[in-house]
Every structure is written in structure tokens, then in C-alpha cells.
């Protein structure tokens, strides 16, 4: 195994703690020298609550933006090429690695985020974000082409999405496809390397009023924080272009609020029902689709959910 090889394996692996809905990681990679292409696994895609493989792009782009910033910790830069097969949506990204310069200290920060993020689906202290963390989120999505659309607590608005959050949320406990593919990436099986650990879920909200996912194999019920940052990521278009740039500008704006001490947590069932996903559009009088939603704020540290070890990353190294 050269240097080179040895870096690439390095990447990959922080590549994979990338957040993906339901930690379903579908990802894989082929590995060449210093060339890497990542696929999206189109048997882990959500076939009912994600048809179009939206949330497995956004995932698949987390992983890239992982895989660039990671990089440039080893001094590499990621040359990419995004979905360069127009026949193929399932080829995400063409990945050259090269050397290029030392890292400065931003990039060096971010890299370190990557180990640091977690998922916190714990209530948060109650209170929004400071100024300088909400510049760097700002900018962050912007970085990769991208809106974040921040919702604090004193705008009025705030009712409505949450509205709608309950809204898709009583829906989607209706359908039994939903509530299957749940309990298929949900799981107390301490053996198992993807999927959502039981014991990570967090409570259920006392008051329904919070905007996370209601699981239906969460326990206890808590009182959540009434004046957490909301914010939704959108994008100009609504295509997989679009998709991928949306999960780094998620990962990229996670990183960023993650060395700011900053935890996430999503509500995205608002976005998997196409009428609740318009009606939360018009609500922000977004210019763009939206693509997801989080609420961010500062939580106790969190344990994390497994990885599979990326499938194809070591073939090129074995052989
Ligand atoms: C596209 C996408 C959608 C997600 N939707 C939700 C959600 O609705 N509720 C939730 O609690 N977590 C959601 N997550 C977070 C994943 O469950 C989480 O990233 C995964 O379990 C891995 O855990 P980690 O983020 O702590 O590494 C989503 C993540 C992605 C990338």
C-alpha cells in the first residue's frame, strides 16, 4: 500500500460518519490508485418514504463533503466530478485526489468536526443560537451553492412549520409503509452496523409541539425546548444536482456548527409528503426547494450510531 493508498482508506473511513437517513449509508465506493467513485446504493434507498432517492442523495452528498474535508486534513485537495454519467443518477461523484497545499486553520477545524458530529435528539438548552454560529451556518450552505432559511422563535411563522411538522407526522403514523420501513432501520440489535439504535431515538415529545421525528419505538416522553434555531437547507432546483450539493451544504453547515459545540437534530417527514413539503415551502416563501429541516442547539454529547466499513474501500488495498 502506498502513501496515497493508505490516505485514501483514512478519508473513506471519516467519509463514512456522515449522517444518512436513518443511517441507512448508502454508499459505496471503487477505489483506484488515488481515484474514488462513489455510488449510491440503490438497495438501501428508502423505496416508500423516499422514492425518488432525494434523502439517499442528501446522504451521499454528506459523504463527499466528508471525503473533501477530510483531504485536505492529509494536504490532498478532492478534485470532483458530481453525477458525471447523465445516465447513471446512481454514479454521485467522481473523486481525484492530488497534493495540495497545507491545510489552513478552518480547514483544519472542520476536518477534526468530522469524528465530533453526532445527531442529538435530546431536548436542547433553551435558548437560539449565538450571532457568530448563525453567520457560519449562513455561509456554510451558501459555500456549496446552497440557502439556509433560519426560523427563530419570535417569528410568527415558527407556528406554521411546526404546524405542518405535526401535520406530516400524524400522516405518516397512519401509513403502515412508513411505520415498516421504520422498524427495518430501527433497531435494538447491539450487533448491527447501520440503522438507528433504539436508545438513540430520544423521547418522545410531551407536548407534540417540537419538531423532530416522532418514533414510534421511542421511550419516555420529555419536554422539549421551545426556542431552539430552526432551519431549513434549500436549493435552486429540485433535481439530483441538487440533491447532492444539498447534503454537503448539510454536512458542511454541521461541521461548521459542530466546532461551535452546536448539535442537530432533523424533522424531515415534513419534506417526504409532497404536499406538506409545498405547503412548508410557500410558508417561507423559499425561492428554492427545501430540502431539509433541523433544529440546532447546544445538547449534552451524544454516543454514536455504528458504521459499516465502506464497502469496496479496502478491495484495492486486499488485492
Ligand atoms: C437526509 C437525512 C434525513 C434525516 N432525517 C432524520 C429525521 O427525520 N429524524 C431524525 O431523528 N434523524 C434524521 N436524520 C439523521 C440520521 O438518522 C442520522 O444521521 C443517522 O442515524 C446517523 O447518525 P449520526 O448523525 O449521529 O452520525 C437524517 C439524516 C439525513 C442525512
Same mark, same amino acid.
Given at each position: 500500500? +502506498?502513501?496515497? +493508498? ?7 473511513? /471519516? ?6 437517513? =436513518?443511517?441507512? $449509508? ?57 453525477? %458525471?454519467? %447523465? ?37 436542547? !438548552? !433553551? ?50 409503509? /412508513? ?9 435494538? !440489535?447491539?450487533?448491527?452496523? !447501520? ?15 417540537? %419538531? ?10 420529555? $419536554? ?10 434549500? *436549493? /435552486? ?10 447534503? $454537503? ?8 456548527? *459542530?466546532? =461551535? ?36 442547539? =447546544? ?9 459499516? /466499513? ?10
Amino acid at each position: 500500500m +502506498d502513501v496515497v +493508498d493508505s490516505r485514501v482508506e483514512r478519508i473513506l473511513r /471519516a467519509a463514512a460518519s456522515a449522517p444518512s437517513v =436513518y443511517n441507512t $449509508q448508502p454508499w459505496q465506493v471503487d477505489v483506484t490508485g488515488s481515484t474514488v467513485t462513489l455510488r449510491a446504493d440503490a438497495a438501501r434507498q428508502l423505496r416508500h418514504s423516499d422514492p425518488h432517492g432525494r434523502e439517499m442523495l442528501i446522504s451521499c452528498g454528506a459523504f463527499l463533503f466528508n471525503a473533501r474535508t477530510a483531504a485536505r486534513r492529509d494536504s490532498l485537495t478532492a478534485v470532483v466530478k458530481v453525477l %458525471p454519467d %447523465p445516465d447513471d443518477e446512481l454514479l454521485v461523484a467522481e473523486i481525484a485526489f492530488e497534493p495540495g497545499p497545507v491545510p489552513d486553520m478552518d480547514e483544519l477545524e472542520l476536518s477534526v468536526a468530522i469524528e465530533r458530529r453526532t445527531t442529538s435528539r435530546v431536548p436542547f !438548552d !433553551d435558548q437560539p443560537l449565538f450571532t457568530d454560529v448563525l453567520m457560519s451556518i449562513l455561509q456554510a450552505a451558501q459555500g456549496e451553492g446552497a440557502e439556509l432559511r433560519l426560523v427563530q422563535p419570535s417569528e410568527p411563522v415558527r407556528e406554521d412549520v411546526l404546524g405542518l411538522v405535526r401535520r406530516a407526522e400524524a400522516l405518516a403514523a397512519e401509513d403502515p409503509a /412508513a411505520r415498516a420501513e421504520e422498524a427495518a432501520w430501527t433497531t435494538t !440489535d447491539p450487533g448491527r452496523d !447501520d440503522g438507528v439504535p433504539q436508545d438513540l431515538l430520544g423521547p418522545a415529545a410531551d407536548d407534540e409541539r417540537a %419538531p423532530v421525528r416522532q418514533f414510534h419505538a421511542s421511550t419516555g416522553k420529555a $419536554q422539549f425546548e421551545e426556542r431552539s434555531t430552526l432551519a431549513v437547507l434549500s *436549493t /435552486a432546483g429540485d433535481s439530483a444536482r441538487d440533491w447532492v450539493a444539498a447534503g $454537503q451544504a448539510l454536512q458542511h453547515v454541521l461541521l461548521a456548527a *459542530t466546532t =461551535y459545540f452546536v448539535h442537530a437534530s432533523f424533522a424531515t417527514t415534513v419534506l417526504e409528503n409532497p404536499t406538506t413539503r409545498h405547503d412548508l415551502r410557500q410558508a417561507l416563501s423559499l425561492d428554492g426547494a427545501p430540502q431539509m429541516l433541523m433544529r440546532l442547539g =447546544y445538547s449534552s454529547a451524544q454516543k454514536r450510531t455504528p458504521r459499516r /466499513a465502506v464497502p469496496g474501500a479496502a478491495a484495492h488495498d486486499r488485492g
